[in-house]
């Protein structure tokens, strides 16, 4: 079957740094997502990972490793609006998203 | 960029009734929209991908009689929740995927239904 796990909760201090992890077992792939979610409202768009490597856009940054079903999301800088949901998907060989449960991050002054 | 708007944002009906939420991409068209459903604390649950002119494919556990998916045109689909309980209040996240952008899909803000 297809899997993604990813941490349920994390906790971390403003202005510090914080990796969340994913690991994902999926028939096929075409490509790793990370969204970000605040309580009541829809996902929004941080990254998209398709190539192994390091893809950085200002605080945040994606890892990804297809060999190892690996991938994280990197944020730096933490501040106080980072206290969110982060959501790992991973789109499969049909095109549809396999999402994770999220990971509930948050931020202490 | 893409931008997909659902109504209404939050609705609130009595048991038994129906209730109808929009999904539209503003500015694409959108060959494949998808329909999500999360419960508090829970990831996002596919309920079914519908495909312009065509039968929406519902996933497995998804009353296709009871959320009725429409997808007539390539800017809009609709899901009818009908004969609404309490246990469908949840909220419903529509996204669109561009026909000329299949890796991305774009979310819209998602409806709340409360069933009374």
């Known amino acids: 079957g297809q899997n993604i796990d990813q941490p349920t909760e994390m906790t971390a201090t403003e202005g510090a740094i914080v990796q969340i992890n994913c690991t994902y077992q999926t028939s096929g792939f075409n490509g790793l997502f990370w969204y970000q979610q605040h309580a009541g409202e829809a996902p929004t768009f941080l990254s998209y990972?398709?190539l192994d490597g390091l893809e950085e856009k200002g605080r945040f940054s994606s890892f990804l490793s297809r060999s190892k079903g690996y991938s994280y999301l990197l944020l730096k800088e933490l501040q106080m609006k980072d206290s969110a949901s982060y959501l790992c998907a991973v789109m499969d060989s049909n095109y549809q998203l396999i999402w994770g449960a999220g990971t509930k991050l948050i931020i202490k002054p | 960029g893409a931008v997909v708007s659902q109504h209404p944002s939050w609705v609130i009906c009595k048991s038994g009734t129906s209730v109808k939420i929009e999904c539209r991409s503003l500015d694409f068209q959108a060959t494949t929209m998808f329909w999500y459903r999360q419960f508090p604390k829970q990831s996002l649950m596919l309920m079914a991908t519908?495909?312009?002119?065509?039968?929406?494919?519902?996933e497995q556990g998804v009353e296709k009689d009871k959320f009725l998916i429409n997808h007539a045109s390539l800017t809009l689909s609709t899901l009818t929740v009908t004969s609404a309980h309490p246990e469908d209040s949840s909220f419903y996240i529509c996204?669109?995927?561009?026909?000329?952008?299949?890796?991305?899909?774009?979310f819209g803000p998602g409806t709340r239904l409360t069933v009374t």
């Open positions: 990972n398709v």
């Open positions: 996204s669109a995927r561009a026909t000329s952008d299949i890796d991305e899909q774009y």
């Open positions: 519908s495909n312009e002119g065509s039968k929406a494919t519902y």
